[in-house]
T-cell receptor, first 115, second 112 residues
Framework: NAGVTQTPKFQVLKTGQSMTLQCAQDMNHEYMSWYRQDPGMGLRLIHYSVGAGITDQGEVPNGYNVSRSTTEDFPLRLLSAAPSQTSVYFC??????????????FGQGTRLTVV | GEDVEQSLFLSVREGDSSVINCTYT??????LYWYKQEPGAGLQLLTY?????DMKQDQRLTVLLNKKDKHLSLRIADTQTGDSAIYFC????????????FGKGTKLSVKP
């Protein structure tokens, strides 16, 4: 059981380049989300999805796009990378979005550097 | 908006107890969590507490919740060097989506 898989693990981009961070889960979870982790800032929610075809913005959505065409995949797109997007990105999934569903499962992270 | 606050660093000696504190603002939070992040890794759920509970114990871990003061603490008994990590407090927001709101994380250093 792979859980939540993120690719790539590391990436260096030049300012203005675009790229897609991949996230896939094999637990049939409805809820998926993207966070960024910066030193001294904790984890901040970028975008989330409560099911295929449904996405919404989190706390820091600017500069990022998402889509959810399947239950399994939730890619995060950077259209024009900026140095301020240098961060560690985590994808997380959870069964359901309300009720008593408790645990969110996290991927191992993608460390992105924009130069 | 919702906010979760915790101190950034804690240093203890091996064998001592560690207490990590957290305050939160959303009184409608249903669940409060402690996540552990080891170097270079993702976050793993350590424990959680439902908002109608005062205390939860799980082996070396004790979670205390003071709902009136919106204060959460994690006590690790007999702290080991393997407990060195960043510990995140998180609340599930009271909205229907149940997004997690994280504190900045407390880096626990355990000295031998």
């Amino acid at each position: 059981n792979a859980g939540v898989t993120q690719t790539p693990k590391f990436q260096v981009l030049k300012t203005g380049q675009s790229m897609t961070l991949q996230c896939a889960q094999d637990m049939n979870h409805e809820y998926m989300s993207w966070y960024r982790q910066d030193p001294g800032m904790g984890l901040r929610l970028i975008h989330y999805s409560v099911g295929a075809g449904i996405t919404d913005q989190g706390e820091v959505p600017n500069g990022y796009n998402v889509s959810r065409s399947t239950t399994e995949d939730f890619p995060l797109r950077l259209l024009s990378a900026a140095p301020s997007q240098t961060s560690v990105y985590f994808c997380a999934s959870r069964s359901g979005w309300g009720g008593v569903n408790i645990e969110a499962f996290f991927g191992q992270g993608t460390r992105l550097t924009v130069v | 908006g919702e906010d979760v606050e915790q101190s950034l660093f804690l240093s203890v000696r091996e064998g001592d107890s560690s207490v990590i504190n957290c305050t939160y603002t959303d009184s409608s939070s249903t669940y409060l969590y402690w996540y552990k992040q080891e170097p270079g890794a993702g976050l793993q759920l350590l424990t959680y507490i439902f908002s109608n509970m005062d205390m939860k114990q799980d082996q070396r871990l004790t979670v205390l919740l003071n709902k009136k003061d919106k204060h959460l603490s994690l006590r690790i008994a007999d702290t080991q060097t393997g407990d060195s990590a960043i510990y995140f407090c998180a609340e599930r927001d009271g909205g229907s989506q149940g997004n997690l709101i994280f504190g900045k994380g407390t880096k626990l250093s355990v000295k031998p």
